[in-house]
């Protein structure tokens, strides 16, 4: 403990031993200011955002809870609200590194259950090949994608009355698709016009959600981050709703 009653978080500065990595390492890969992670390690009063906490942890491979057990545990929920990692008022507020993290970690199951999906293409241009090489690693990766010709897409797009139509833009992810299909055959997808209004993409055990909200278009959309804590919490009811999506889709390649 210093004079002034600070104490150093060793927690912290041991787990970036132990991954061989700097304060500036750190910061790098969860993209804050060297001189924040350096913060942290001085003052273990010193609470970061949630994200940078579990982005943090993930990133030197240890639990949260052993960073700052503190704070962990005056946040600890006992319901199934646990699942809920992150509230974001739009999909936009959802940072870029989060997709990327998501798509990066996962090693299993990864679902793109979005009606056009186009944003992903347009803010990540390495997802072909980063979905590939997943695919090629045994990844299980399967979209499913709105009709560009069906009478649920033509009345969305009187709904939204934008230039770049919704048929246009699952267009744009259809076209994607088809390359990365004859990269990586094993890459599934399926047309469903049963999800125009919500959103759910599965990263092993984090998911992301979002719910359309009138006319608005999908960046303004209310956006949750869950992970699966334990059997039929939030996280399963919605893995459900994908399940049922792709069961009851139309294969997009015959």
Known sequence: ??????VANDALRTALADA???AE??????????????????????????RHRWQAADALGVEESV??????????KTGHDREIVAVYP?????????????????????????FTNYFLWLEHPGLRAALRRKAEAGAAIRWIIGDPDSQVTTEREQVEAVPLTVSTRIKVSLDELSKLHQE??????RFSDRHISMSVWIFDDDMLIST????????????????????????????????????????VWK
């Open 1 to 6: 403990m210093s004079d002034g009653g600070v």
């Open 20 to 22: 061989r990595m700097t």
């Open 25 to 50: 390492d750190l910061a790098a890969r969860i993209g804050v200011d060297p001189k924040t992670v350096t913060r942290w390690l001085i003052d273990e009063g010193r609470t970061p955002h949630p």
């Open 67 to 76: 960073l700052w057990p503190d704070v962990v545990r005056a946040a600890l």
């Open 90 to 114: 739009y999909r936009s507020a959802a940072p870029r590194t989060l997709w990327r993290d998501l798509i990066s970690r996962a090693q299993q199951r990864l679902d793109f259950a979005g």
């Open 184 to 189: 990586a055959p094993q890459v599934l997808a």
């Open 212 to 251: 359309h909200l009138a006319d608005l278009l999908g960046h303004d959309s209310p956006t949750l981050h869950l992970r699966r804590r334990s059997p039929d919490g939030l996280y399963d009811r919605y893995a459900s709703h994908v399940a049922f999506l792709w069961e009851h889709g139309r294969d």
